[in-house]
């Protein structure tokens, strides 16, 4: 009942703020892969969260297993707002959350003290399925989950990434990279 409490109490504060306005513009694989320093497969290893100047931050560590675009040691740590510090749970839309054994595609931007970030949240992250009867490894954006509302149509509508080959993502990195454009 206290972690209601909590929640609601958040809620509400954030409603006061105007959090509840924000928007953020779409971004393309092209438009991503130019606003990351680092594109990289990545397999997630471990969690942890903890209060930092008020504020908890959940800290995931990943083993990079190929380089797509820039430079990034062998393991990498992922710094997110939210998490579950004790009984407290701080949850930010927009914010992926990783289990360890997952692997993703990370488009990543470097932040103080040597973590990174994820470019555009979930919209920069991309989760791989490997189809146990054929092998083939598939990616679903974060955002595929969420509905966009259009306010030309006055409609929602699903947008992101659905169940692509892993090549075809792979592809267009490498096309915006080399400044090719789009390789659909």
């Given at each position: 009942?206290?972690?209601?409490?909590?929640?609601?109490?958040?809620?509400?504060?954030?409603?006061?703020t105007g959090?509840?306005a924000?928007s953020?513009?779409?971004?393309?694989?092209?438009?991503?892969?130019?606003?990351?320093p680092?594109?990289?497969?990545?397999?997630?290893?471990?969690?942890?969260?903890?209060?930092?100047?008020?504020?908890?931050?959940?800290?995931?560590?990943?083993?990079?297993e190929?380089?797509?675009?820039?430079q990034?040691?062998?393991?990498?740590?992922?710094?997110?707002?939210?998490?579950?510090?004790?009984p407290?749970?701080?949850?930010?839309?927009?914010?992926?959350?990783?289990?360890?054994?997952e692997?993703?595609?990370?488009?990543?931007?470097p932040?103080?003290?040597g973590?990174?970030?994820?470019?555009?949240?979930s919209?920069?992250?991309?989760?791989?399925?490997?189809?146990?009867?054929?092998?083939?490894?598939?990616?679903?954006?974060?955002?595929?989950?969420?509905?966009?509302?259009?306010?030309?149509?006055?409609?929602?509508?699903?947008?992101g990434?659905r169940?692509v080959?892993?090549?075809?993502?792979?592809?267009?990195v490498?096309?915006?990279?080399n400044?090719?454009?789009?390789a659909?």
């Amino acid at each position: 009942m206290k972690m209601r409490r909590i929640g609601i109490a958040l809620l509400a504060a954030l409603a006061g703020t105007g959090a509840g306005a924000t928007s953020l513009e779409r971004m393309s694989v092209e438009r991503m892969t130019a606003a990351a320093p680092v594109v990289a497969r990545v397999r997630c290893v471990a969690n942890t969260a903890r209060w930092e100047k008020g504020e908890i931050w959940t800290f995931t560590t990943f083993e990079v297993e190929e380089r797509w675009k820039g430079q990034a040691p062998e393991r990498i740590e992922v710094k997110q707002i939210g998490g579950r510090a004790g009984p407290v749970v701080s949850i930010v839309p927009g914010a992926p959350r990783f289990r360890p054994g997952e692997e993703a595609v990370l488009f990543l931007e470097p932040r103080a003290g040597g973590a990174f970030g994820v470019t555009g949240w979930s919209e920069g992250t991309f989760r791989i399925r490997r189809d146990a009867r054929t092998g083939i490894e598939s990616v679903t954006q974060d955002t595929a989950a969420s509905s966009v509302f259009d306010p030309q149509t006055r409609r929602f509508r699903a947008e992101g990434i659905r169940a692509v080959p892993l090549e075809r993502l792979r592809a267009r990195v490498t096309a915006a990279k080399n400044g090719m454009g789009s390789a659909r």
